[in-house]
């Protein structure tokens, strides 16, 4: 699949977090791939500190420093809730800001 670039910016909401357990060598190709070093990449990832049955992927900490970490380097980790419609539903989340290395 062509997604152009290489980009300055990348933002993900819920690709790296869903894809990682099935395919994070190729999700990681493609990356090399659309950006270069400095592009920024902000990615929104589902936080493993409250994995919920009907929530979105998660991930650690430590998993996601260990696995982006080689190609990016990683310039401020926050978390937060995924707001939606619901109100009873609000996932516990990463905000994860990036810069290629």
Request: glycine residues 6%; neutral net charge; proline residues 7%.
């Amino acid at each position: 699949m062509d997604l152009g670039g290489p980009y300055d910016v990348v933002f993900d909401r819920g690709v790296y977090h869903g894809i990682r357990t099935r395919n994070l060598p190729a999700f990681l190709t493609v990356l090399k791939r659309v950006t270069r070093k400095g592009t920024r990449w902000l990615c929104l990832a589902g936080n493993a500190k409250e994995p919920m049955v009907n929530g979105p992927p998660v991930v650690s900490e430590d998993e996601f420093r260990t696995e982006l970490e080689p190609l990016f380097k990683i310039l401020e980790v926050h978390e937060f809730r995924f707001t939606l419609d619901r109100e009873d539903f609000q996932p516990l989340a990463w905000s994860i800001l990036m810069e290629r290395r």
